[in-house]
């Protein structure tokens, strides 16, 4: 049957602890404060390396929506947003590497974060699987191929099966209200 009536926020609006709440759509600045509000779950910090579909070319991205999936088999999976430069790359099976940031990192997640054609100029790499490099100094390593992309609104869901793991071991970078902060561990 279809759906005609949703009603998107119960009709009483609740006040918790003083804070009224809020529908995340009803407004621009209801649409800001959404956005603010996911900045208080705080993430690790990743880049996901990959290459120009059919190209050497190499493509970076820095991402805090890595998260894992699956256990058996292994999965994970991100997002990326459908303007940035690097959304025809992650095709599905194509290979990409997730680089967990550690703690001194916070200058490549800059870096990484602007679109621009010098992201890997002077970054020093690792060889990966299928030619995708993996940035020196990182926590851990996750090599992957796109196993499916989902649509998930202003972005895409990537879900990559883990082909090949390294784990090194140092204190992350922390994502948190929109500031960076190494873990001190
Ligand atoms: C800490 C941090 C986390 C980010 N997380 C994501 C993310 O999960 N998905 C995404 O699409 N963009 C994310 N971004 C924004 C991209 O890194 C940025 O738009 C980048 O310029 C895209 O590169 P491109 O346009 O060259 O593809 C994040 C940026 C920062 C600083």
Same mark, same amino acid.
């Given at each position: 049957?279809?759906?005609?009536?949703?009603?998107?926020?119960?009709?009483?609006i609740?006040?918790?602890?003083?804070?009224?709440? @809020?529908?995340? *759509?009803?407004? %621009?600045?209801?649409?800001?404060? !959404?956005?603010? #509000?996911?900045?208080?779950?705080?993430? &690790? /910090?990743?880049?996901m390396?990959?290459?120009?579909?059919?190209?050497?070319?190499?493509?970076?991205?820095?991402?805090?929506?890595?998260?894992?999936?699956?256990?058996?088999?292994?999965l994970?999976?991100?997002?990326?947003?459908?303007?940035?430069?690097?959304?025809?790359?992650?095709?599905?099976?194509?290979?990409?590497?997730?680089? @967990?940031?550690? *703690?001194?990192? %916070?200058?490549?997640?800059?870096? !990484?974060a602007? #679109?621009?054609?010098d992201?890997?100029? &002077? /970054?020093?790499?690792?060889?990966?699987?299928?030619?995708?490099?993996?940035?020196?100094?990182?926590?851990v390593?996750?090599?992957?191929?796109?196993?499916?992309?989902?649509?998930?609104?202003?972005?895409?869901?990537?879900?990559?099966?883990?082909?090949?793991?390294?784990?090194?071991?140092?204190?992350?970078?922390?994502?948190?209200?929109?500031?960076?902060?190494?873990?001190?561990?």
């Amino acid at each position: 049957m279809a759906i005609t009536n949703i009603s998107r926020v119960s009709e009483t609006i609740l006040t918790i602890e003083g804070k009224d709440g @809020v529908d995340p *759509a009803s407004s %621009d600045a209801a649409r800001r404060q !959404f956005r603010d #509000t996911l900045g208080h779950f705080c993430t &690790g /910090v990743t880049v996901m390396t990959a290459l120009v579909p059919g190209t050497q070319e190499l493509v970076g991205i820095t991402v805090s929506s890595f998260n894992s999936l699956s256990l058996d088999p292994p999965l994970v999976l991100w997002s990326i947003a459908k303007d940035s430069v690097s959304y025809g790359s992650y095709q599905v099976g194509s290979a990409f590497a997730v680089n @967990v940031l550690s *703690a001194e990192q %916070d200058q490549l997640a800059m870096r !990484f974060a602007r #679109t621009g054609r010098d992201k890997f100029d &002077g /970054v020093p790499l690792h060889p990966g699987l299928d030619g995708v490099p993996l940035l020196e100094g990182c926590v851990v390593y996750l090599e992957c191929l796109t196993e499916a992309r989902y649509p998930g609104g202003d972005h895409d869901i990537i879900v990559g099966r883990v082909r090949r793991i390294y784990n090194i071991g140092r204190a992350p970078l922390l994502f948190h209200t929109g500031s960076l902060r190494g873990l001190s561990v």
